[in-house]
């Protein structure tokens, strides 16, 4: 079992819809991180959480810390907002190392 | 605009050449990391360099040899890889281990 999962893999949404992605984790961390992959690889950092609720433009990312929980939400999709998300998590018995989830794959239609 | 520039995007290179990969960052982050992705997977963590020293080394093969010149360097020697090496390399920095990662565009590398 991984450490780190997601949910769903595979989402497709049409142009304006909420869209929320699931992270749940089984390892004490110090941070959760939300990243998005675009094809042609290039990371992009959107979130790193410790508790509570973080807000960035239409992105909203939550954590759950008893729950092991953090979900990430896209209000308003658009087709630009198709790409991989990853959740990371920081173990919090070695800082250095990122822990990854399989990702959500994630594609906005007109 | 990357904070993290890594060179080349792209690479293809036979069984018994050596190359390098190189990734610079001029943020001032101490932590610089090495990771390997293969298609429709998460990155793999390679090697963890902190303050230039290499603190992480993830049971990597020899054929591949990280280095760390100074605080903005990082670099990746390939030598004798196979054709199952390749995949996307990506090079990440952040303050210090445990800080927030800036991950760069990787270099897209096939081993033919």
């Known amino acids: 079992k991984n450490e780190v999962e997601q949910s769903p893999q595979n989402l497709t949404a049409q142009e304006g819809e909420f869209i929320t992605i699931n992270c749940s984790y089984s390892v004490g961390i110090s941070a959760l991180h939300w990243l998005q992959q675009h094809p042609g690889g290039g990371i992009v950092s959107l979130f790193m959480l410790s508790s509570g609720k973080k807000k960035h433009g239409r992105l909203i990312a939550t954590i759950n810390i008893q729950e092991k929980h953090s979900s990430l939400h896209i209000t308003a999709s658009h087709p630009r907002d198709s790409a991989v998300y990853i959740c990371?998590?920081?173990?919090?018995?070695?800082?250095?190392?990122?822990?990854f989830g399989t990702g959500t794959r994630l594609q906005v239609f007109p | 605009d990357t904070e993290v520039t890594q060179t080349p995007k792209h690479l293809v290179m036979g069984m018994t050449n050596k190359k390098s990969l190189k990734c610079e960052q001029h943020m001032g982050h101490r932590a610089m990391y090495w990771y390997k992705q293969k298609a429709k997977k998460p990155p793999e963590l390679m090697f963890v360099?902190?303050?230039?020293?290499?603190?992480i080394n993830e049971s990597v093969p020899s054929r591949f040899s990280p280095e760390c010149p100074n605080s903005s360097l990082l670099n990746l020697h390939l030598h004798a890889l196979q054709p199952e090496d390749s995949a996307l390399y990506l090079c990440a920095a952040a303050y210090q281990g445990g800080f927030e990662a800036f991950f760069g565009q990787g270099t897209r590398l096939t081993v033919v």
């Open positions: 990371a998590v920081r173990s919090s018995y070695n800082t250095d190392k990122l822990i």
């Open positions: 360099y902190s303050y230039e020293k290499l603190s």
